[in-house]
């Protein structure tokens, strides 16, 4: 199968990769103890898990998105692969 074949190239996984290492931090900024009926946390209703961490799980969604529709560059060649459009002699 030739790579240009493929709907992604190596950037695409990578972001996909690195989208998703961002949404897993901002679900381990969520993350915490929680209360109970016999002891009420006050640290449920922080700024870190009420605004920062689901902003960075928003980020991290977007990132993912915009690695899906990311359009690999045409230019990019394999290496060795001779492109018959750009040279006239084959």
């Known amino acids: 199968m030739d790579r240009r074949d493929f709907a992604f190239d190596r950037v695409n996984f990578i972001l996909l990769a690195v989208g998703m290492a961002i949404v897993v931090i901002g679900f381990l900024l969520m993350s915490g103890d929680g209360s109970t009926v016999e002891h009420y946390n006050p640290d449920i209703f922080s700024a870190r898990r009420i ?20 359009k690999p560059k045409d230019g990019d060649k394999v290496k060795g692969e001779i492109n018959t459009k750009e040279d006239p002699k084959v």
């Open 51 to 70: 605004k920062l961490a689901p902003a960075v799980c928003f980020f991290g969604f977007v990132s993912m998105i915009y690695a899906v529709i990311r």
